[in-house]
């Protein structure tokens, strides 16, 4: 079936350093990826978003990464700072689905 | 704050309590989601209602009922739950059910099953 999943449950850097989230997927189909950011008590927020005509991605200190070969999905925090610990997660939606895709996320804490 | 807001966010329920989930989107959106999220385990789609009309239900037990009486309020009632049930309860909403539409989170009832 169709799933969605991250390489490490936690991840843990130092503030300034860059930070790599990595997510891997399995359907092929999948023309759509998104990464969410969750802080505590908070809901899923939107960081950045790519198609799969496209291989990166920059945001604002974000930067998204598809390598469709092998269905591998990254995103990386330039300058990781305290404000960016949270749980990320990878989803994603082809293009008969209405519905996201989530993987199980990973909680990154940034130490000062 | 995203525009997206959900009451009561704690609830504590026993078995054969009745109670309701409420949502409330303020974006002006059309689409409208549940979602479930587990310790330790991935966002679940439960329903999407599109223009106040169900367009998903993800094999969701009856025992979940959802209500959206117009495109900016959605209901959750819950009935006979049962302890696994015990979640976040995650509201969002989005401009349409395509491809792209960026999909707003509400922060979510914390559901506790006694």
């Known amino acids: 079936g169709e799933s969605v999943g991250l390489h490490l449950p936690t991840l843990s850097v130092q503030e300034g350093d860059n930070s790599i989230i990595n997510c891997a997927y399995s359907?092929?189909?999948?023309?759509?990826f998104i990464w969410y950011k969750q802080e505590s008590g908070k809901g899923p927020q939107f960081i950045i978003d790519?198609?799969?005509?496209?291989d990166k991605r920059q945001g604002q200190r974000v930067t998204v990464l598809l390598n469709k070969t092998v269905k591998h999905l990254s995103l990386q925090i330039a300058a990781t700072q305290p404000g960016d610990s949270a749980v990320y997660f990878c989803?994603?939606?082809?293009?008969?689905?209405?519905?996201?895709?989530f993987g199980k996320g990973t909680t990154l804490s940034v130490s000062s | 704050e995203t525009g997206v807001t959900q009451t009561p966010r704690h609830l504590v329920m026993g078995m054969t309590n009745k109670k309701s989930l409420k949502c409330e989107q303020h974006?002006?959106?059309?689409?409208m989601y549940w979602y479930k999220q587990s310790a330790k385990k991935p966002l679940e789609l439960m329903f999407v209602?599109?223009?106040?009309?169900?367009?998903e239900n993800n094999s969701v037990p009856s025992r979940f009922s959802p209500e959206c009486p117009n495109s900016s309020h959605l209901f959750l009632h819950l009935h006979t739950l049962q302890p696994e049930d015990s979640a976040l309860y995650l509201c969002?909403?989005?401009?349409?059910?395509?491809?792209?539409?960026?999909?707003?989170f509400g922060p979510g009832t914390r559901l506790t099953v006694t």
């Open positions: 969002a909403s989005s401009q349409g059910t395509g491809l792209q539409v960026e999909q707003y």
């Open positions: 359907n092929s189909a999948s023309d759509y």
């Open positions: 790519i198609r799969s005509n496209m």
């Open positions: 989803a994603e939606r082809d293009q008969a689905g209405t519905a996201l895709i």
């Open positions: 974006l002006g959106h059309n689409a």
């Open positions: 209602y599109n223009f106040k009309e169900q367009t």
